[in-house]
């Protein structure tokens, strides 16, 4: 059974339709990238899926539940998932420590308080009051208390927004490991490489519905698009798109007998192809 | 598989660690817990006359300020604190977690009580040790004592927390809420000596459980001879129960149904 199944699920406000029949279906285990600009309905649809939002129209099942429902079965539900907000924060009166343990109390099979502390990275800083961490602290005690519960299905809002590149790699690391202990993932991001390092899939979402779903490596026909080979010809750039850019090195490497100067090969990016799908182009 | 917690045990765990989290916020344990002391320091200097045979205003004061305090702790604390709570994004974290509302509110009920008991204690320590107020020798007035603590403490909380949604930011919050308690404390008799007020201003008090918890505690720490002093000659104790289960039933249907986790 897939995680996630979603059909021709709407939502609007006032006049603004913020999702516009939305199809969405994330299988057991996988891990799944939803990429868009503001605005385009990438909160609304997560919010909807976490049960934090009502919708307009469509079906939505979230580990065979309706996040629309409330009552037992709601903390049933709430029980086998684990949510990471895009942005929180508390008085900060309690340490690292209490926190994860109070709230680990909340869940009928929790991870261990301190292993989950050793997992984000926050060992040093366990009797720490959280007033006293840094902002990327915060977000990794954020997703400490994500995955207190061991949940089944985690949905991470911008999980790194103020990491530094070593803190990313770090949370990347976390991610992989629980991709190993079969965690479904829903995540949304900012960063493309995020995407790539992490999902199996992702799907972009503009303007309140889905342009396309693909793995990250075939997403916009990034595997089959041209190649752009750039080099250096006495004092001007070269560059060349091809098909077949092994073959352009070749014919160069005779013509240069050896060396090319400033040799590039390049493919499209996740993000030149992203930012061509939402209409945006490179700088 | 595990059972989830239930609500009751998590509400117990929220109580300790609301009292906890509490405890660390200097300032406002000082505030809330001197505040009523330091009042009835100024207010028994002030006023030292005696209002009646064998009753002192210092008495007749520390009824109302151990029935305010009951008022600013609960109701006052609770909806400015929860829309700080809520504006910070906690209650939405809380909301994606297993933990019912019901826990929730059982955690801010401990709180409200617990520092109740702690602030009346000090109250009480003060008004005998330099007010000449008597401590009541009577059983029945202790347990009259009692209910009016858990019920008022109870009530003043759901109405806290259903209040809790009408500030629209935690910043506003104190604006909305301290003036009308400042009302109630004026036109409830804790202040001024309730009968001597405009009859308006008693009526309008009738309404809202301020008065008839100041009445109720007037009952335990002032001489049964002073109850024909009263509007109704006497301490109407049926009655402020009865008016207190209302509003505590008002609370709590307004804070399950209303409460809201989330900004928008």
């Known amino acids: ?283 | 598989m595990n059972k989830i917690p239930s609500a009751l045990s998590l509400g117990i765990r929220r109580g300790g660690l609301e009292i906890r989290q509490f405890l660390r916020q200097r300032e406002s344990v000082i505030f809330t817990l001197l505040f009523p002391v330091i009042l009835l320091v100024i207010f028994g200097s002030v006023f030292s006359d005696t209002i009646a045979p064998d009753v002192t205003f210092s008495q007749y004061f520390l009824a109302g300020m151990i029935a305010s305090g009951l008022v600013n702790t609960g109701f006052q604390g609770l909806a400015i604190t929860i829309p700080l709570e809520r504006d910070f994004g906690a209650l939405k974290r809380l909301r994606g977690t297993p933990m019912p509302a019901s826990s929730y509110f059982i955690g801010k009920a401990i709180l409200v009580f617990v520092s109740m008991v702690v602030q009346i204690l000090m109250l009480l320590g003060f008004g005998v040790a330099f007010f000449g107020v008597a401590m009541p020798s009577d059983a029945n007035k202790w347990i009259t004592f009692a209910w009016l603590t858990l019920l008022g403490s109870a009530c003043s909380t759901a109405l806290g927390i259903a209040f809790s949604v009408i500030p629209k930011s935690g910043r506003g919050a104190s604006a909305v809420v301290s003036p009308i308690v400042i009302i109630l404390q004026f036109f409830s008799g804790v202040f001024f000596i309730f009968t001597q007020l405009p009859s308006w201003m008693q009526q309008f008090a009738s309404i809202f459980p301020l008065k008839w918890l100041t009445q109720g505690m007037r009952s335990v720490f002032l001489p049964d001879s002073f109850a024909t002093q009263e509007v109704a000659k006497s301490w109407e104790n049926e009655r402020t129960f009865a008016v207190l289960v209302i509003w505590l039933i008002i609370g709590i249907f307004f804070a399950v149904r209303k409460f809201k986790w989330d900004r928008d």
């Open chain 1, 1 to 283: 059974m897939n995680a996630i199944e979603v059909n021709g699920l709407r939502k609007s406000y006032g006049d603004v339709h913020a999702v516009q029949g939305i199809d969405l279906s994330i299988a057991s285990g996988e891990i799944f990238a939803l990429l868009g600009p503001n605005g385009a309905g990438k909160t609304t649809t997560v919010e909807i899926l976490e049960g934090f939002r009502s919708r307009d129209g469509g079906d939505v099942s979230v580990l065979g539940f309706d996040p629309r429902e409330e009552g037992h079965a709601a903390r049933e539900w709430r029980n086998r998932i684990g949510i990471v907000l895009q942005s929180t924060s508390d008085s900060g009166d309690l340490t690292v420590i209490e926190t994860i343990e109070h709230f680990s109390g909340y869940y009928s099979n929790p991870r261990n308080v301190c292993e989950v502390i050793n997992a984000v990275g926050l060992d040093e800083k366990a009797g720490s009051l959280i007033r006293k961490l840094s902002g990327g602290q915060r977000r990794r005690l954020d997703v400490a208390l994500g995955i207190i519960g061991n949940p089944e299905l985690l949905f991470l809002d911008e999980p790194t927004t103020g990491f530094d590149p070593e803190a990313r790699r770090a949370f990347w690391a976390l991610i992989q490991q629980l991709r190993g202990n079969g965690t479904t993932i829903l995540l949304t991001t900012h960063y493309l490489d995020e995407a790539e390092a992490l999902a199996d899939r992702v799907g972009v979402i503009n303007n309140g519905q889905i342009i396309e779903i693909a793995t990250p490596t075939e997403l916009g026909g990034r595997s089959t698009a041209q190649a752009l080979v750039t080099w250096r010809d006495g004092s001007t750039m070269k560059s060349e798109n091809t098909n077949n850019p092994t073959a352009l090195v070749s014919k160069l490497m005779t013509k240069f007998n050896g060396e090319i100067p400033e040799l590039t090969v390049t493919r499209p990016s996740l993000e030149d192809i992203y930012l061509t799908m939402i209409g945006l182009t490179h700088e």
